[in-house]
């Protein structure tokens, strides 16, 4: 694939490397941004851990990697409870969910990624398990089968997804609290590469943090990525020292320019503008032009795109904003606005 060094920078599953060798923020203050949120949470898991209740069950918005499970860990540290982590497209039959419900202790945490996956039969298991600590099960076959209604340990459902609108009303309506991650703001992002600068040993100035920041696309997990490839370069050139210069050199080598735009999304830009005079075009086209399948695109390249001011979701498809097409013609055409 043309752009395979591209895709893994901004890939956004995580990675083998993320989990073993990099910081895991483990209480609240080493969570850095998102201060709203992260207040309202404290407030709820330090009231629920007085009252030596389980929390409410908790569903949490937000695009990949900007620390939904890391927040999860987070809160289930604080309360003191252990946590189970599964996905919703892991649980295939009922009885997965059943086998999991049943092995959780009072209070426990149940972290369901992915929520929006889970096969409807499955889901009908967790409406009765989550409002009245209860579930169906079937014992026997044939003729003989009897359904047993059996209690489970009173817990707190964590759902986490990336897509609010796939969620079924009857699953939204029995969670007690619902909020969103949003974007993460470049000084924010900042403090975060300085921490895990700490932890990697990699001695980084504020001014070079901020210019790894600027290329993170508002992500926490894209920003420890670049500072893990910042860290070889600065280790195997200049003494573990990531200097601005090195810095900048790393994201060139990358293929991130000083916008923070990588290959495929000056591609996707100049497609716009060569091929439909700045649009709009149709998602699909959009998607085939730069041989990437619809949802990456709708998931990974528009939505920072989108808040850089470059593209537009408009009824007829996308477009970049008539003001922001001069300055793209010169930079891909190399056309002087006057006599365009
Ligand atoms: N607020 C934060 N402060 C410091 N590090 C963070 C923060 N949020 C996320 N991270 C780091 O970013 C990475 C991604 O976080 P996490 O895996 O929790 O994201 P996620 O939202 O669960 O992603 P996915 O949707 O892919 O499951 C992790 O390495 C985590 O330690
Ligand atoms: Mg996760």
Redesign the pocket.
């Known amino acids: 694939m043309e752009n395979s060094e591209e895709f893994n920078i901004l890939s956004?599953?995580?990675t083998p490397e993320?989990k073993a060798y990099?910081?895991?923020?483990k209480t609240f203050d080493?969570?850095?941004?998102?201060k709203e949120l992260k207040q309202k949470l404290q407030v709820y898991t330090t009231a629920a851990k007085e009252r030596d209740e389980p929390l409410d069950h908790f569903l949490l918005f937000?695009?990949?990697?900007?620390?939904?499970?890391?927040?999860s860990q987070i809160m289930a540290n604080v309360m003191g409870v252990h946590i189970k982590i599964c996905s919703g497209p892991m649980m295939e039959r009922t009885g997965d969910l059943v086998a999991i419900l049943s092995s959780l202790e009072p209070k426990d945490i149940l972290f369901i990624?992915e929520i929006h996956r889970m096969p409807t039969a499955v889901e009908e298991v967790l409406y009765s398990a989550m409002e009245h600590f209860r579930v169906d099960i079937i014992i026997g076959q044939g003729a003989g089968a009897k359904s047993v209604n059996l209690p489970i340990n009173p817990f707190t459902l964590i759902g986490?997804t990336?897509k609010s609108g796939r969620i079924s009303a009857p699953l939204r309506s029995r969670f007690g609290i619902t909020e969103r991650?949003d974007f993460?703001e470049e000084k924010d992002l900042a403090q975060?590469i300085l921490?895990t600068s700490k932890f990697l040993k990699c001695d980084i100035s504020k001014e070079s943090a901020m210019l790894i920041a600027k290329s993170s696309r508002g992500t926490?997990?894209i920003a420890?990525k670049l500072m893990r490839r910042v860290r070889d370069f600065a280790q195997v050139t200049n003494k573990n020292k990531a200097t601005q210069a090195i810095v900048a050199q790393a994201l060139r080598f990358l293929g991130i320019d000083e916008e923070g735009l990588t290959k495929v999304d000056n591609l996707l830009l100049r497609k716009i503008i060569e091929n439909f005079n700045g649009g709009p075009v149709g998602l699909e086209t959009l998607a085939s032009l730069i041989g990437e399948d619809k949802d990456t695109l709708e998931s990974v390249y528009e939505p920072f795109l989108i808040r850089k001011g470059f593209l537009q979701k408009t009824p007829r498809g996308r477009q970049i904003p008539p003001r922001m097409i001069p300055l793209l013609k010169q930079k891909f055409l190399g056309q002087n606005t006057f006599l365009s």
């Open positions: 956004l599953q995580e993320e990099d910081f895991v923020p080493e969570y850095l941004g998102q937000g695009p990949p990697g900007l620390g939904k499970t890391t927040l990624d986490a990336t991650l993460y975060i921490q926490p997990r420890k």
